[in-house]
Nanobody
Framework: QVQLVESGGGLVQTGGSLRLSCAAS????????MGWYRQAPEKQRELVAT???????NYADSVKCRFTISRDNAKNTVYLQMDSLKPEDTAVYYC????????????????WGQGTQVTVSS
């Protein structure tokens, strides 16, 4: 059983900062890519940022130079530092982990967190 627990969302004013955390726990052999996605009301879920086990990062154009993704492999945790927040960043943010676990066989699966609300007021 694998669980992803997110924290760090909240309400912030335009230009402010927030830091999201997502900790993975359970029967995990290894974690490959970790990432953050977001979904605003009446919009599709979109990629925000990802980071590989080797530390390579990828960002949506809309958040480049404002958001920073990082991970602590020893803690199975991924972070998203969000600076210079804008009202258009308002969304539910979801953590995603692509990891190796046991479900009848050892294999790679995608897991999602429960989501954390980020609201940026103008």
């Amino acid at each position: 059983q694998v669980q992803l627990v997110e924290s760090g969302g909240g309400l912030v004013q335009t230009g402010g900062s927030l830091r999201l955390s997502c900790a993975a726990s359970g029967s995990i052999f290894s974690i490959k890519t970790m990432g953050w996605y977001r979904q605003a009301p009446e919009k599709q879920r979109e990629l925000v940022a990802t980071i590989t086990s080797g530390g390579s990062t990828n960002y949506a154009d809309s958040v480049k130079c404002r958001f920073t993704i990082s991970r602590d492999n020893a803690k199975n945790t991924v972070y998203l530092q969000m600076d210079s927040l804008k009202p258009e960043d308002t969304a539910v943010y979801y953590c995603n982990c692509n990891l190796v676990t046991f479900k009848t066989v050892w294999s790679t699966f995608d897991f999602w967190g429960q989501g954390t609300q980020v609201t940026v007021s103008s």
